[in-house]
């Protein structure tokens, strides 16, 4: 089965800092890789996506993602946090075994300081 | 804006009812799929369709079913309600059940069962 594991459920940065969330995944097959970000009261919407082309992928607003499949990691970065970066952020692997579902990790806070 | 809508946005009801939450994919899309996100357990998935058909399940409850009609949009059917089906139930929608496709999130039904 496929898994995702999160580390850190809370992070905070100051603005203008590296944001860096930490993604970890377990998969049989080569892994379909996506990070969501849910801001408060809304639904998810898709940062970014690895497919098995380039491993550094670019996302919108300012984030990218680099797959690691030696670390099997799918870490999420932005050079410079905004105020406007503080929202919940859900890495996701999809089991394409099973209807292409997506597993989620616990996701993660952000808190983006003044 | 996703694209995808669901209604209501909110449900309040009580233990023992039945409820039916809805959802109508974006347009063009033909694969529909079902996550539950609640604090203690996450995002979960629990049931996909694709064209009218059912493609995968996954942690549904036997109370929970689902169901996508011809014009593509679903119901989701919550029935002998217990306190722990209070969560935010979202919808999700992609143009077929393929691995690269982007799996578009609406802006979920929030369900509080008193």
């Known amino acids: 089965a496929q898994s995702v594991t999160q580390l850190g459920s809370h992070v905070s940065v100051s603005e203008g800092a590296l944001v860096l969330l930490r993604c970890n995944y377990s998969?049989?097959?080569?892994?379909?890789l996506f990070w969501y970000v849910q801001y408060p009261n809304q639904g998810l919407q898709l940062l970014l996506k690895?497919?098995?082309?380039?491993?550094l992928v670019k996302g919108i607003n300012g984030f990218e993602a680099e797959f690691k499949k030696s670390e099997t990691s799918f870490h999420l970065t932005k050079p410079s946090a905004h105020m406007s970066d503080a929202a919940e952020y859900f890495c996701a692997v999809s089991d394409r075994a099973a209807g292409n579902k997506l597993t989620f990790g616990g996701g993660t806070r952000v808190l983006v300081k003044p | 804006d996703s694209g995808v809508t669901q209604t209501p946005k909110h449900l309040i009801t009580a233990t023992g009812q039945r409820v039916t939450l809805r959802c109508s994919p974006r347009s063009g899309d033909l694969s529909v799929y079902w996550y539950q996100q609640s604090l203690d357990q996450g995002l979960q998935f629990l049931i996909q369709?694709?064209?009218?058909?059912?493609?995968a399940k996954g942690n549904i409850l036997e109370r929970f079913s689902a169901q996508q009609f011809p014009d593509l949009h679903s119901e989701l059917n919550l029935s002998s309600l217990e306190l722990g089906d209070s969560a935010l139930y979202f919808c999700a929608s992609s143009v077929a059940p393929g691995g690269v496709d982007t799996q578009y999130f609406g802006p979920g039904t929030r369900l509080t069962v008193l």
């Open positions: 369709y694709y064209n009218g058909e059912e493609r």
């Open positions: 998969s049989s097959v080569p892994p379909y």
């Open positions: 690895y497919t098995s082309a380039a491993t």
